[in-house]
């Protein structure tokens, strides 16, 4: 017997219905905010992500599911906002729009230890908004995750928000920390040890409890940040004061990708353990010059679905009450019930069938699994006198409806 591949999960139908509803929300509040759908392909040039992402984050290193053919590396992506980008340039989107603002969902894949809340083939709910540095904008984007999560119906988290400011900036800050951290590298892991001479700021990321110990030791505080990115960042934080939305500052958040630059925040709970996030974003806005468009100012984010629902307060109806249910006993009621279904669909009135051959006492029962509302049944007493056996399974109600009025009685 075959079984599914570690870290990938069934989503089947009992779980799907909470999936659609998470989607359902997301569309709704996007649209408040004016952002269109965009849905980039799966699979890119490995290259994409290793320009993007950075050659020495753990994704590109560790993770990257990657497919190899003769003359190209492909990689499955594990993220969204590099293949939005990609999208934006390749598509002149930039001479189309100009400012944009897009949305996604869909699946991104990893190749890391599977656990709670963390698997190889996993899905995102995210946001990108490219064409514009504005400090509004940032407070928008981060408006936009908290009220996604209220109507998702997810109570107690933090958002957490920092600036790595501009490109000068992040250098100061990369030399703030070599300098703390000299002294204490043997107190690392030996992949924050390979970060302090690649990439020093991945070591404030690092979930090695030794190294998360070091950084809570560490002093850093914003004197790297230009007079410009600093009263950027002043800007958002008064903004999301004014929109009464809680936050504090993280002087340790940095994020796990090279793109960012500027505002970048998280958002964690404390019932995901070790793996709190949320979801996480961020600006980039030397990104979209990176991969060969215009210089152009964006910030995005994403939510991760899996850990969503292991938060979300949202119920979901196990049956569906307006179903209703074709009981047929005979071969001459079966040619009826097949026109009936047919007939009944044609006017969106959402319908099924016995396809089992059950007995009349197990077809009610399948019916009542499937959470019917109303049960047609027809044999040759009823073909005989041209009507057909309604049964209301929520009142118990059962009578005899002439067949030619049986519509217009299941839409009343």
């Known amino acids: 017997m075959f079984k599914r591949v570690s870290g990938t999960k069934d989503i089947l139908p009992d779980n799907v219905k909470l999936w659609q509803k998470l989607e359902e929300i997301s569309r709704s509040i996007f649209a408040l905010y004016n952002f269109k759908e965009i849905r980039p392909p799966l699979i890119e040039e490995a290259a994409l992500f290793n320009r993007s992402l950075g050659e020495s984050t753990e994704i590109v290193q560790k993770q990257m599911f990657l ?18 980008v990609r999208a934006y340039i390749e598509n002149n989107l930039d001479k ?19 656990q709670k809340g963390r698997l190889r083939q996993f899905h995102h709910i995210g946001a990108e908004a490219i064409g514009s540095t504005d400090a509004g904008l940032d407070i928008e984007i981060i408006s936009l995750a908290d009220n ?5 119906l997810i109570e107690g988290y933090k958002i957490k928000i920092n600036s790595l400011g501009c490109v000068n900036d992040k250098m100061k800050l990369v030399e703030i920390l070599r300098k703390q951290l000299n002294t204490k590298l043997d107190k690392l892991c030996d992949d924050c040890k390979n970060r302090f001479e690649n990439n020093p700021l991945r070591i404030l990321d690092c979930k090695n409890d030794d190294c998360k110990e070091v950084v809570r030791g560490l002093d850093i505080r914003d004197e790297y940040l230009c007079l410009d990115c600093k009263a950027h960042f002043d800007k958002v934080k ?6 009464k939305i809680g936050y504090e500052v993280s002087s340790h958040l940095v994020r796990g990708l090279d793109y960012y630059t500027g505002t970048v925040f998280e958002i964690t709970h404390q019932d995901l353990g070790a793996q709190d996030a949320i979801g996480a974003g961020g600006r980039y806005n030397n990104l979209i010059e990176e991969l060969g468009g215009n210089k152009s100012g964006a910030i995005g984010f994403a939510f991760g679905v899996e850990r969503l629902l292991l938060l979300t307060k949202l119920k979901i109806q196990d049956t569906d009450k307006n179903l209703v249910y074709i009981i047929t006993l005979g071969d001459k009621a079966r040619k009826t019930g097949l026109n009936l279904l047919e007939n009944l669909r044609k006017n969106n009135i959402c319908a099924d069938a016995d ?4 007995s009349i006492k197990g077809a009610m029962r ?11 049944i027809i044999g040759d007493d009823e073909i005989a006198k041209d009507v057909i056996n309604l049964k209301d399974m929520v009142s118990g109600e059962q009578k005899e409806i002439k067949t030619s009025d049986i519509i217009k009685e299941l839409k009343c």
């Not at 497919?67 to 594990?78: C, D, G, H, S």
């Open 238 to 243: 008064e903004g999301l004061s004014m929109l």
């Open 148 to 152: 996604l999560l209220r109507n998702f």
């Open 366 to 376: 399948k019916a009542n699994d499937e959470g019917a509302h109303f049960v047609l």
């Open 355 to 358: 396809y089992e051959g059950k």
């Open 96 to 114: 189309t729009y100009g400012f944009a603002k897009f949305y996604y969902m869909g699946a991104m894949f990893r190749l890391e230890r599977p």
């Open 67 to 84: 497919i190899n053919n003769k003359v190209e590396t492909y990689a499955l992506r594990p993220e969204g906002t590099a293949s939005i």
